[in-house]
């Protein structure tokens, strides 16, 4: 089983790989997040689709959470903050200025992506600043979408990528992951209604999956096959 965070080493910085999908960059005290998805629930009800509700409180929540726990002056949103201009229900705008009211300090920036342009920005209240991809912080290109960047190492999300984890006994498990790379690094969706996007372990990649409350690595399946035979065939 996995821990509640892996850390690892990109562009020469070490990073926090967070079980409740999210990176923390200790060395600047930064916390990002992809595609939260924002009022996406409230758009689909809007058009008449039965969907749940409280999902935009799960999230507020769990952001709190996450800031509580690790030191950030900084809070970066990888794209699609709100998922469309019907998002923004007073509900919502007053949700998040009561989360922002509770983290004044907190420098916010968001990335804007596909979802943005059509949402338009947030709330000059909640003070938030927007700025195009990719957003250059240190050795990072800050995206929204996975790109090929040969002079600085990209944190993007926009697939929101899953890996379907399967047994000996053809049982399955479908789990957000980060999809890390040699020149790029896909976070999961922050959002807590948002599909996913099944991928495989690219050669020279690592895959790292989450339930929310542990994080593992995956190891290949042709490797962890190999494992399990060479393990074998020393207790025989």
Known sequence: MGECHIDVRLAGAQVRLLADKAVYWSGEKMLLVADAH?????????LGQPVPHGTTA??????DALLAANPASHLVFLGDFL???K????ALNAALLEWRARHPAIRCTVVRGNHDKRAGDPPAELEIDVVEEPFAFGPFAL?????????????????HPV???RGAA???LRLPCFAISARCAVLPSFGAFTGGYDIAIEP????????????????PRGAAAAAGAEEQRRET
Request: net charge positive.
């Open 170 to 172: 053809r049982q399955s």
């Open 83 to 85: 998922h469309a201009r």
């Open 163 to 165: 890996y379907t984890l």
């Open 143 to 159: 995206c929204h979408a996975p790109r090929d960047d040969r002079s600085q190492y990209v944190l993007a999300g926009h697939i």
């Open 204 to 219: 020279g990649s690592r895959v790292f999956v989450t339930d929310s409350d542990s994080i593992w690595a995956v190891r």
């Open 38 to 46: 924002f009022g996406k629930a409230a758009a689909y009800r809007a």
């Open 58 to 63: 799960a999230n507020v929540e769990r952001l």
């Open 87 to 90: 998002s923004l229900t007073p």
